[in-house]
């Protein structure tokens, strides 16, 4: 389980995130909710070791203090994030991209298993492994992004808004393959603008607002909350 206790992440005199507790189950899909700029990228950065929180938080797998780590032992720790924007090597190849996920010795010893796994949630990678990821489309980038990312044998995989500039039908197909990876009993935290789709797979939510955990809940429950309808379904 993954655990967060008073995160706060401030660049210089701006606060981005305040005091945000949440968790993760095993096998559990939540998502967050925000405007842009609310802190919802800071928050799955500073997760992911790439941001520095102010001092005072808590963030735990299991047993471990990931906060006492740097970013590479986090993932080796079990925690793995896709950044927005999706940090793949546009010069490499589908195969390079998915065997630069299993850098950590944990993941080595799964290597073969976890490439099978990713083969089975993306097909498409399967027929491109010889492919230059640069050369693909942005839904094909984004099934290397989160592929490499299962590479490294993930308890937790955090999700910097995977459907950005995806076609609808490509958003669907990344929303199922999001769900097969739940399945597969890894807790998954997403950030998402699109707040029906994500509702619809997650089973809980957090609202953030101006780095702030405003609401939370099961996500059938914020689907059907007017006040969440109005501000981030689109509803009137
Ligand atoms: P979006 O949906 O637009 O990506 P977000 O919810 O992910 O927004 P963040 O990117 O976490 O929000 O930004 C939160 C706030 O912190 C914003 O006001 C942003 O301008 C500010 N911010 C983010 N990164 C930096 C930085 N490196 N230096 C200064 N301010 C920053």
């Given at each position: ?68 780590m740097p970013a590479h ?164």
């Amino acid at each position: 389980m993954l655990e967060v206790k008073g995160l706060s992440v401030s660049y210089g005199k701006h606060h981005a995130l305040q005091r945000v507790d949440l968790r993760v189950d095993v096998g559990e899909l939540v998502v967050i909710l925000g405007a842009n700029g609310a802190g919802k990228s800071s928050l799955l950065r500073a997760l992911g070791g790439m941001q520095k929180p102010q001092p005072g938080a808590e963030v735990r797998l299991d047993t471990q203090d990931l906060l006492a780590m740097p970013a590479h032992r986090i993932v080796e720790a079990g925690l793995s994030l896709v950044p927005e924007g999706r940090g793949v090597f546009p010069d490499l190849t589908v195969m390079e991209n998915l065997k630069l996920g299993a850098y950590t010795p944990r993941a080595r010893q799964s290597e073969r298993a976890n490439h099978e796994r990713v083969l089975e949630l993306f097909p498409r990678l399967g027929e491109r492994l010889g492919q230059r990821v640069g050369t693909m489309s942005g839904g094909e980038q984004q099934m290397v992004a989160v592929g490499r990312a299962i590479m490294s044998a993930p308890q937790i995989l955090l999700l910097d808004e995977p459907s950005l500039g995806l076609s609808p039908i490509m958003s669907l197909d990344l929303f199922r393959a999001i769900e097969r990876i739940r399945e597969l009993g890894v807790g998954v935290l997403m950030v998402e603008q699109n707040a029906n789709l994500s509702l619809r797979i997650a089973d809980r939510g957090y609202l953030l607002e101006t780095g702030r955990v405003v609401g939370q809940g099961l996500a059938a429950e914020l689907r059907d909350d007017p006040e969440v309808q109005r501000a981030y379904l689109g509803s009137h």
